[in-house]
Every structure is written in structure tokens, then in C-alpha cells.
């Protein structure tokens, strides 16, 4: 659902977090968040995304996160949930992934998911690899992503941010997060990805 989140800012979400409506509740209705609600409406916000030096901020989904969202909680996170006690978190671990404190015979702890069930930034990475892994083996010929990384999608998307607001430095700004203009500046450049794409259409 990368729409320019940090992975730890996606592991830190609440389910109250989604608003379908107005973010500010004195200046509108807000609708129940269901899957059905979520394909059907047009504006839908991550609300209060707490960001690095605790900066909060208010993120528009677009059409393709919101059905994304309308799916999880029908296809994985009831079956993720059971067994915890009304968990707050919007993604959960994998319910198959067992949560321990402490492998005694390694000595270091499993890091699948807290203890409330929330995904983690280690899960986040590993499923973002093995997308890459599994898009790699379908692949013939040169169009391999090889070693995907969750950062790689985050820079995708603020390239493409930047290109369709015109390098709007408040909209980069507010959608990733950033409030100095030189980590701004490092998203106008193309990945290499999309750069070599440009000499294509020579």
C-alpha cells in the first residue's frame, strides 16, 4: 500500500486511523470504515501518521490503496486477528506466524510481530523481497527488479509524486514527511528504473 509511509510509519498505524470523510470531526461526517465503504468512497485518509521528530500528518489514499485496504480486512486480517484481544493495529502478522518472546536457544528475540500482533518493519522488508523474488521468476530476459527493498517503492512513488504536482516542494513535503528541501530534492531524481526507460523512447 505504498503511498509514500515510511515502513515504520505503515507498522504503527491504528485501525481508527482510516477515515472515510472528514479528518476533523467538527467540520464534517465521517462514514463507518467497512469494505464496502472503502471501494465505494472517493476520499479516504490515514489521519494523524506520526512521522520522524513526531510530525503528524494527513494522508489521501488513491483508488488502487483504497481497494487494497477493502480486501485485507475481508481476505487476511480476521484470521490474522484471532486470538488476539482487539487488537488496534491496521496490519497485523500473519496469524500462521507464532509471536515468542525469546528463542532461549539462539538467545535473540523473534521479531514476526509484537506481542499484540502488529506487522513489523523486519516482515515488511521480507515480503516486499520475496514480491521482488517471485516478479524476478516470472520474468524473461533483461526486465528483473532484483533485491526489491520497501525504500525503493517509497522513492518510486515520490519521483511520481513530484513529476505529476510539478515538483510541488508543500505537497512533497507533506505526503513524505520531510521538511528539509535537500531530502526533497533527492526525489526528483529518477530511479534508475525510470531512467533508463527515457532513452527508450528515443
Do not use: W
Amino acid at each position: 500500500m505504498c503511498q509514500g509511509e515510511r515502513r515504520e510509519e505503515l507498522v504503527n498505524l491504528n485501525l481508527d486511523q482510516v477515515v472515510i470523510g472528514a479528518a476533523d470531526p467538527t467540520r464534517g461526517d465521517r462514514a463507518p470504515v467497512t469494505p464496502a465503504a472503502l471501494r465505494k468512497a472517493r476520499k479516504v485518509q490515514l489521519i494523524n501518521v506520526r512521522g520522524k521528530n513526531q510530525t503528524l500528518r494527513n494522508l489521501f489514499l488513491s483508488a488502487d490503496a483504497r481497494a487494497a485496504l477493502a480486501d485485507y480486512p475481508e481476505m487476511e486480517r480476521s484470521a490474522d486477528a484471532e486470538g488476539l484481544d482487539q487488537p488496534r493495529a491496521l496490519f497485523l502478522r500473519a496469524g500462521s506466524i507464532q509471536y515468542a518472546k525469546k528463542d532461549d536457544h539462539v538467545g535473540s528475540a523473534v521479531d514476526e510481530g509484537d506481542a499484540n500482533g502488529r506487522l513489523t518493519v523486519r516482515s515488511i522488508n521480507k515480503l516486499v523481497t520475496k514480491i521482488g523474488e517471485l516478479h524476478d521468476a516470472e520474468q524473461e530476459g533483461e526486465s528483473n527488479i532484483g533485491g526489491l527493498h520497501p525504500h525503493m517503492l517509497r522513492h518510486t512513488f515520490g519521483f511520481r509524486l513530484a513529476e505529476e504536482t510539478g515538483k510541488d516542494k508543500f505537497e512533497l513535503q507533506r505526503r513524505l514527511g520531510h521538511q528539509s528541501e535537500a531530502y526533497i530534492r533527492v526525489y526528483t531524481i529518477p530511479t534508475e528504473e525510470i531512467a533508463s526507460g527515457y532513452v527508450e523512447k528515443f
